[in-house]
């Protein structure tokens, strides 16, 4: 069965600091890939995505992401995280071109201290 | 509108009762989807319109759940003799392609219903 796996519940990070958030995918082509943003009380926000091409994918607020075949992970990351990044994240996958079924991992929540 | 509104914000149903959650998409989107999300949880597709058409209701997680969009604009998620289980949020999107334009789709703030 398809499936999306966000590893990492719950993460805290420093502000300033560097962030990693890790998404594998189980597939059998490669999908198109999605990561979304989810603050609390508001809808999901769309941060990038990837279909082909260039494997490092840059999206909004300063985030990008990386997508590894060999790897099947499209880990999300931002070189320095700012207090409002907090929220709660969520990598997403269609199955390909015509395919319109999101279907999201179970998010990590990310917390942000000074 | 300038986004996809959804309304009632904030639901709560006593076992067993009827609800309707409204979806308004952005003007002129031809595609609309429902999803569910549970607490803790991603959200997981529900159904798909396009304009007025119901093409996928695969999601659906039984026959008390029914969506509906008349004209091809605003949606309507009714839910019958609600479960505590049924208690979630409601997601609408909308995207102003077909079904390939799930990549430019556009999230509501959605509907929490709880129910006691």
């Known amino acids: 069965a398809q499936s999306v796996t966000q590893p990492d519940i719950h993460i805290t990070v420093s502000e300033g600091a560097s962030l990693e958030l890790r998404c594998n995918y189980s597939?059998?082509?490669?999908?198109?890939l999605f990561w979304y943003v989810q603050s609390p009380g508001q809808g999901l926000q769309l941060l990038l995505k990837y279909f082909s091409g260039d494997t490092l994918v840059q999206g909004i607020k300063g985030f990008e992401a990386e997508f590894k075949r060999s790897q099947s992970s499209f880990n999300l990351r931002k070189p320095s995280v700012h207090w409002s990044d907090a929220a709660e994240y969520f990598c997403a996958v269609v199955p390909g071109a015509g395919s319109y079924q999101l279907t999201f991992g179970k998010g990590t929540k990310l917390s942000v201290i000074p | 509108g300038a986004g996809v509104s959804q309304s009632p914000r904030y639901k709560v149903a006593k076992r067993g009762q009827d609800v309707a959650l409204r979806c308004d998409p952005i003007s002129g989107h031809v595609s609309l989807f429902w999803y569910q999300q549970a607490l803790g949880q991603g959200p997981e597709f529900l159904t798909y319109?396009?304009?007025?058409?119901?093409?996928?209701k695969s999601g659906l997680p039984s026959d008390r759940f029914f969506a509906e969009r008349p004209e091809g604009s605003v949606s309507t998620l009714k839910i019958q003799r609600t479960q505590q289980e049924d208690s979630a949020v409601y997601l609408c999107?909308?995207?102003?392609?077909?079904?390939?334009?799930?990549?430019?789709?556009?999230f509501g703030q959605g509907t929490r219903l709880t129910v006691v």
């Open positions: 597939y059998g082509a490669t999908p198109y």
């Open positions: 319109f396009q304009n007025e058409a119901q093409l996928d």
């Open positions: 999107a909308s995207s102003l392609r077909d079904r390939a334009g799930v990549a430019e789709a556009f």
